[in-house]
């Protein structure tokens, strides 16, 4: 389960839930949009990259920023959708230093929603620091390999330096096990050894499952495609156990 599928799962959950919930794309590749629209997503709409387009073009009546929020067919779930403008705005940002206006956005969007998602890019551009300096926590995805142990260091050196430069009050919220294995060696290996040196963990580990497939060509969140199945009543546990924290 990558991480525009875990956003989405874990949005929808709260949403279903009852908690008035956004899902912020900021992924080009828009997966996470993709997944809560369907082909909802083809049709314009003022998203993430809208909102960006704002923030280095003078406006005499600027958009609010629920502007650029849209619902999903799902109740208590809205979107801000990602497009492939995300790409041809990232320069002039970064120059300009808008890097905090995410921030400023999110702010005023907390008092219409309870909780805020973020989909961030695979690349730490941005876009992917703009959404840890507004963000209060963060979720990491880890696949059970050595490749994916030596970018978890980096990372989390990356958000060390955003805690001690810009956000202070940034937090891990935990590492997200995915495509978990129980009965292969290596996977249990080195979770286990990420457990020994005192990562947060999160449980429970999340094994794959080719019903994420269907969620994903369905347009689907797994509490609506399936409520019961393993995968789902272990997001519902880890959502819960976020929400404890």
Excluded at 181 to 196: C, I, M, N
Excluded at 205 to 212: A, D, G, M, N
């Amino acid at each position: 389960m990558g991480k525009s599928t875990l956003t989405c799962n874990l949005a929808a959950i709260g949403a279903h839930q009852g908690r008035r919930t956004l899902v912020v794309d900021l992924d080009v590749q828009g997966n996470a949009t993709r997944y809560l629209l369907g082909t909802g997503a083809d049709t314009p709409a003022p998203g993430s990259a809208d909102f960006f387009e704002q923030q280095i073009k003078f406006s005499v009546h600027p958009l609010a920023a629920t502007a650029f929020a849209q619902p999903t067919p799902f109740a208590n779930l809205s979107l801000m959708r990602a497009s492939s403008a995300l790409d041809d705005l990232h320069a002039k940002l970064e120059s300009r230093y808008k890097i905090y206006k995410l921030r400023d956005m999110l702010l005023e969007l907390g008092e219409h929603y309870d909780d805020i998602w973020i989909d961030t890019p695979p690349a730490l551009n941005f876009y992917t620091r703009s959404a840890l300096i507004a963000s209060e926590g963060c979720l990491i995805p880890f696949d059970c390999d050595d490749f994916s142990r030596r970018a978890l260091y980096g990372l989390l050196e990356t958000l060390e330096e955003i805690r001690t430069d810009h956000n202070s009050g940034l937090r891990v919220e935990g590492i997200v096990v995915n495509q978990f294995q129980p009965q292969a060696k290596l996977p249990r290996r080195v979770v286990d050894e990420l457990v020994a040196e005192g990562l947060p963990v999160l449980q429970p580990y999340l094994s794959s499952t080719i019903k994420v497939r269907e969620s994903h060509e369905r347009a689907l969140p797994m509490i609506h495609l399936d409520p019961t199945h393993k995968l789902t009543r272990d997001l519902v546990s880890l959502h819960a156990g976020l929400g404890a924290r």
